[in-house]
């Protein structure tokens, strides 16, 4: 055990707080890197091996930042009021499955490494639309028609749990050409020619922002390449939505996100209702100014094909 905390100290360590994906998940970061530094080794040892306290107690003291209201915790499903919690993964006992432990007992197991530290900070910036998936994953728990016995709605969760970003877009021509060229895989339109529109911080009135929502993929990024991919959706918000602070910005994009996912997690969904963007290729995000770093066909590649029917708001 003091092995694996140790491991997670140290891999904590190599994640850059101030790396321009992390922007809606750097208070959080910072807050336990601080933690970490004022304790001794030992100290530090004992906080990463009970990681899940630390979470708990940090969600009781921020409870109004992070959920707008004062309870430390989020909503099990999309419409109860109860009290989600942290706890050891040792409290899942074998053969259960992790979604409907969740949803019994209002708890969430987690481990001490990256994967489950990265899923915690969705939970805080993103619990009712978190809850939504959980709720989805329960309803569909025991259909198993598709190939991996799981079924293709809850295929479609785990893509985006583990995978998916946010891009939300104004509602005006430029967020809907932004979009269109996103959903046809027209890099050029959508991240080259309107580049000026996407936000930074020193971007007056933006159209377009990425906010990223799968745990596998902050996990990725803490070693980013080029080739990483995330499944998308894409949600179109009025400009008020740019200029917000950014704890408003996410309870608004949580309440909208949350919607979408009770829209499109329905039978006959599938994982090709998301769609890909080349995540290092936001504008800001990474070295991508030249116009040469989207040339690349091996990472830009061209579209596969049109939706039947693009459910995104």
């Not at 899942?92 to 489950?116: C, M, S, W």
Request: aromatic residues 10%; proline residues 5%; hydrophobic residues 40%.
């Amino acid at each position: 055990m003091a092995g694996d905390c140790g491991d997670f100290i140290s891999q904590f360590a190599t994640i850059n707080t101030d790396a321009p994906w992390l922007f809606h998940l750097a208070d959080l970061h910072r807050s336990f890197a601080d933690a970490a530094a004022q304790a001794s080794d030992d100290e530090r040892l004992t906080l990463a091996g009970a990681l899940y306290e630390w979470l708990n107690a940090y969600f009781a003291k921020n409870a109004i930042t992070l959920y707008g209201h004062a309870v430390s915790g989020c909503s099990v499903n999309h419409n109860a009021k109860q009290r989600l919690t942290f706890t050891h993964q040792n409290d899942l006992p074998h053969g259960v499955a992790y979604e409907k432990f969740i949803g019994e007992h209002q708890q969430i197991p987690t481990r001490n490494n990256l994967h489950d530290w990265f899923g915690a900070c969705i939970w805080a910036k993103f619990p009712k639309s978190k809850a939504v998936l959980n709720a989805k994953h329960i309803t569909h728990l025991h259909d198993d028609d598709s190939g991996n016995k799981r079924n293709r709605v809850r295929d479609t969760i785990t893509v985006f749990d583990e995978n998916g970003a946010v891009v939300v877009v104004a509602d005006d021509d430029v967020g809907k050409a932004i979009a269109d060229g996103l959903r046809r895989f027209d890099w050029q339109t959508c991240l080259v020619q309107h580049r000026a529109q996407w936000a930074d911080f020193s971007t007056p009135n933006p159209k377009a922002q990425a906010f990223i929502f799968g745990h596998a993929l902050l996990e990725q990024l803490v070693h980013p390449r080029k080739s990483l991919c995330s499944h998308t959706l894409i949600i179109s918000m009025p400009q008020e939505f740019f200029a917000a602070p950014l704890p408003v910005q996410l309870a608004m994009l949580d309440d909208a996100l949350a919607a979408q996912l009770q829209q499109l997690l329905q039978d006959g969904v599938t994982p090709r209702e998301l769609h890909p963007l080349p995540i290092l290729g936001v504008p800001y995000f990474w070295d991508n100014a030249d116009p040469q770093f989207y040339a690349d066909t091996s990472v830009f590649r061209a579209g596969r094909r049109q939706d039947k029917q693009d459910k995104s708001v």
